[in-house]
């Protein structure tokens, strides 16, 4: 009789996941944060968002296929990605061509450099924004005032951040509402924090995405900043407002837990999380810019390789 088993390598299981899919999940969870820029923003981040993905997608199709000499691996989401979280972390006001400046910085170096998707060591969208952070600040930290719509987006009226008229000492705090739903200053897709926990919860929903790295993050904030306002409130500002103001939601839900350059176990991520947060709160109390979400992620990205290393669950059976 003819044998009918057929033995083949691992996984025998197979759940239907797939990068296409989990990237795609991703860009679904974005949408609220990109709907709330829009309504805050208006044509600005609508301009913005499409030259950015759109410089992403050509960029990455141009470097596979005529200097790597391999198929361009658009349709797997990841380009697509890249760009709209480029576009989310940058003001509404940018000049066009320092966004696609940013896209080639973000692609060219941060991802295809390495090898493409898997390989690269730092979150490719973040390496673009750091990139133009360092080489343009005066652009890249002119924040459009929310519901004020000009003729040209580049003639908005722009205002301080929080955190920077924090750090300059003449801060005027919104209310908590309107730090939860987006109605203050800064890049695009981080004013609304309740626009980024609806993506989260849909990224933990579908299980595209684990509660350690942006739960450690956001907790490591909140309890070491909160430790400081109980010591000195005249100096150190309310925990709440840390959380709600600034990258830190959008850094820690959406480019700190890129699958490739963060742990892959659940104890590292924790360490790596807790690292982040750290981080984070330091640069922002302590240093000259009163922002460090993008510089602790890319710290941690470069330490990810030591962390799984030293933290990895024991050999079945020791």
Not at 162 to 187: N, Q, R, Y
Request: proline fraction near 6%; include cysteine; hydrophobic fraction near 50%.
């Amino acid at each position: 009789m003819e044998n009918s088993y057929y033995v083949s390598p691992s996984p025998h299981i197979h759940e239907g996941d797939s990068i296409a899919k989990n990237m795609y999940g991703v860009i679904i969870a974005l949408i609220p944060a990109f709907l709330v820029s829009l309504y805050f923003f208006g044509l600005g981040a609508l301009i913005l968002t499409t030259v950015s993905v759109l410089a992403c997608l050509v960029f990455e199709f141009l470097i596979q296929k005529y200097m790597m000499k391999t198929e361009p691996t658009l349709s797997d989401g990841s380009a697509l990605i890249t760009g709209l979280l480029l576009a989310l972390n940058v003001p509404s006001n940018l000049p066009i061509w320092i966004i696609i400046l940013g896209a080639l910085v973000a692609i060219g170096v941060g991802k295809m450099t390495f090898g493409g998707l898997g390989n690269n060591v730092f979150n490719p969208a973040l390496v673009g924004r750091v990139f133009l952070l360092i080489s343009f600040p005066a652009q890249m930290t002119t924040w459009p005032i929310p519901g004020v719509f000009p003729t040209h987006y580049l003639d908005a009226e722009t205002g301080a951040t929080v955190l920077t008229a924090l750090h300059e000492g003449t801060a005027h705090i919104p209310s908590f509402v309107d730090l939860f739903i987006g109605k203050m200053g800064g890049s695009m897709g981080e004013v609304s924090a309740l626009a980024l926990l609806l993506g989260l919860a849909y990224m933990l929903y579908r299980r595209i995405i684990t509660w350690h790295i942006p739960v450690s993050i956001i907790a490591t904030v909140f309890i070491f900043t909160g430790i400081l306002h109980l010591i000195n409130p005249q100096e150190f500002i309310n925990p709440f407002i840390h959380v709600l103001s600034g990258g830190l939601m959008l850094g820690s839900i959406f480019m700190a837990t890129d699958y490739v350059t963060s742990p892959m176990t659940h104890r590292g991520m924790l360490v790596y999380g807790v690292c982040i947060g750290l981080l984070t709160t330091v640069i922002r109390l302590f240093g000259s810019y009163p922002e460090g979400m993008s510089f602790a992620i890319l710290i941690m990205n470069a330490l990810t390789p030591l962390i799984d290393t030293y933290v990895k669950p024991k050999r079945f059976g020791v």
